[in-house]
């Protein structure tokens, strides 16, 4: 069931919902969330089953604001600090020391917890009224199934997980992918997964060099957001350069009927189409746009029936990073 955020009862009925220990869809800026009381194993565990997630693959818990993060983190060094002063709320995950005693089946039994502070005006709302009601955080990974493309609209969850579940319609999402997760747990910041907020970002707001996740002598815990193939669509994609791509559409010719492939294309650059049996989708110039728009444009070819869809390759600019590390994800799963 979708519940129009604009309204002060959806919030509160779904305020209601996760105190009860039930899941909630729920809209933030990156992609919207499947939430539980990061605070009940039992809830959390909902979560995993709904997703058909390992359950030692560890969820992201939202807080209100920074001061949520002390019902579940141990210490936060000085440089987490700082990136919270400086990018909360907002598209940045902190892996902190967790407290023993809380949100141990959300973290996936690690020692160390994923908490960020979402910037969706609607997140915010739910995550206050929530904490009202005694819930200390929501413990959210993003609504789909396990491997699949992250949903970035109400309708997209619903279609994930039907209509028994109470999704919070947020509109679509800012963003488009997943926050930028630092691993804070050993001593200087590590990139665990990119997103929106850069390198260069993170590294003048810590004063600190970011480390790479293989710079680490013990490895960080196998997570779904790390898997070599993750946020695939049903079709399979390819990543080429765009004179590769103008080639292989060249050789498709005029002839092709699309009988045996449907196939997208998804470039920045303008491309001689031959036939009309190819979808062309033209892909912005501009990283932040590309990122609000992929998985939408991901699922919409699923929805077309496409096969194959032929990406052109991004810009090494740490600006696109987020999005070539979605999209070679996506490709690593065909
Ligand atoms: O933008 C987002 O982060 C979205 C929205 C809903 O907030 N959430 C999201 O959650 O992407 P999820 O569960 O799909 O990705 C969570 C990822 C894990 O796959 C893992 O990479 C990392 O967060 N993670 C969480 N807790 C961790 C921990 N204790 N240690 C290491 N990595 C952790
Ligand atoms: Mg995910």
């Not at 001061?67 to 990136?83: I, K, M, N, T, Y």
């Not at 739910?126 to 955080?137: E, F, I, P, T």
């Not at 994609?237 to 449907?262: C, H, I, P, S, Y």
Request: charged share 20%; proline share 7%; with cysteine.
């Amino acid at each position: 069931m979708i519940l129009d955020g604009r309204d002060p009862a959806a919030v509160a009925a779904a305020a209601q919902a996760l105190r009860a220990g039930e899941l909630v869809g729920l809209p933030t800026e990156t992609v919207y969330g499947l939430g539980a009381d990061a605070g009940s194993d039992a809830a959390v565990a909902k979560i995993f089953a709904a997703k058909g997630r390992p359950a030692d693959h560890p969820l992201i818990v939202h807080v209100a604001d920074a001061s949520g993060v002390d019902a579940f983190a141990r210490e936060v060094p000085a440089f987490a600090r700082q990136l919270m002063q400086a990018f909360w709320p907002g598209p940045l995950t902190l892996i902190l020391p967790r407290r023993p005693e809380a949100g141990a089946a959300a973290a996936g039994g690690q020692d160390s917890i994923g908490l960020r502070c979402p910037s969706h005006p609607l997140a915010h709302a739910l995550l206050l009224a929530a904490r009202g009601l005694g819930v200390q955080g929501v413990a959210a990974p993003s609504a789909n199934k396990f491997g699949r493309v992250s949903p970035t609209t109400a309708a997209h969850v619903q279609g994930e997980f039907g209509d028994s579940l109470l999704v919070l319609d947020g509109g679509p999402c800012e963003v488009g992918i997943e926050s930028t997760i630092i691993d804070c747990t050993r001593g200087a910041p590590v990139l665990l997964r990119p997103g929106l907020i850069t390198r260069e970002q993170v590294e003048s707001a810590s004063g600190l060099r970011l480390l790479g996740k293989e710079e680490l002598e013990a490895p960080a815990p196998r997570a779904s957001g790390t898997l070599e193939a993750h946020y695939a669509p049903n079709a399979r994609v390819r990543l080429m350069e765009g004179q590769a791509l103008q080639a292989a559409l060249d050789v498709l010719g005029r002839d092709f009927d699309g009988g045996k492939a449907t196939i997208a294309v998804y470039a920045r650059s303008i491309l001689r189409v031959p036939s009309s049996k190819v979808l062309y989708r033209r892909m912005p110039d501009d990283a932040a746009a590309a990122a609000q728009q992929l998985f939408a444009a991901l699922r919409d070819f699923d929805a077309r029936g496409v096969s194959l869809i032929w990406v052109e390759q991004l810009p090494q600019t740490s600006d696109w990073e987020g999005v070539r590390d979605r999209l070679q994800r996506a490709a690593a799963a065909a």
